[in-house]
């Protein structure tokens, strides 16, 4: 079954100190992983895609299949990464997009 | 990119009504979805809108509960009928970029059902 599981629902840290955003999943094929965002009153934007494997505001994630885990990370947080990051799987063809529970990041300053 | 416009954006509502959402997209889209956020949990899929077919339900959603329309390639509705406080939640319509399989969303519908 594909699953997407994000064991942490809040992570509080301070400004300037290193953030790993954790998500692991399950899938029978080879799936695309994303992570979206949602900051305060926004609606839900993609923030990156492993296929890309580009840095976006500083944030990178790598795909490890052997783990199967795609973890966000950031070496120096801001305050303005504070939001509700949730990672997601895309299935062979990118028929559909299965959302992990989610992890709210509050940087504290 | 799509840009996405769900409306309403909230409405409260008596049970045993129904609402309908409506979900119009900027440009044409293959695929269109419909999910659900109940408080304090994640996304969860209801049902992929089909343009000229019967939508697509997940396990645990049938169309009964959530009829859905997508009567061309850049709008879809979702009614949520015969409604329970149950169904509180919020409601997002979400298309697909077939280019590179971004997901793009509108900005929800919060219902309130009482």
């Known amino acids: 079954a594909q699953r997407v599981t994000q064991p942490e629902k809040l992570l509080s840290v301070f400004k300037g100190a290193p953030v790993e955003l954790k998500c692991n999943y399950s899938?029978?094929?080879?799936?695309?992983l994303f992570w979206y965002v949602q900051y305060s009153r926004q609606r839900l934007q993609l923030l990156l895609r492993h296929i890309s494997r580009e840095s976006i505001k500083g944030f990178t994630a790598d795909l490890n299949k052997g783990e199967t885990s795609f973890h966000l990370k950031k070496p120096f947080a801001q305050e303005e990464d504070s939001a509700m990051y949730y990672c997601?799987?895309?299935?062979?063809?990118?028929?559909?997009?299965?959302f992990g529970a989610g992890t709210r990041l509050f940087v504290k300053a | 990119s799509a840009v996405i416009s769900q409306k309403p954006s909230r409405d409260i509502c008596q049970r045993g009504t129904s609402l309908t959402i409506q979900c119009q997209v900027d440009s044409q889209v293959t695929m269109m979805f419909w999910y659900r956020q109940q408080p304090g949990q994640s996304l969860t899929l209801i049902a992929t809108a089909n343009q000229g077919s019967e939508a697509t339900y997940e396990s645990g959603f049938v169309i009964d509960k959530f009829p859905i329309s997508r009567p061309n390639l850049t709008f879809s509705t979702l009614t949520v009928s015969n409604m329970s406080p149950e169904d509180s939640s919020i409601y997002l319509c979400s298309c697909m970029s077939t280019a590179n399989t971004e997901a793009f969303f509108g900005q929800g519908t919060r219902l309130t059902v009482v």
């Open positions: 899938y029978s094929g080879s799936p695309e």
């Open positions: 997601a799987l895309s299935n062979t063809g990118g028929f559909k997009t299965i």
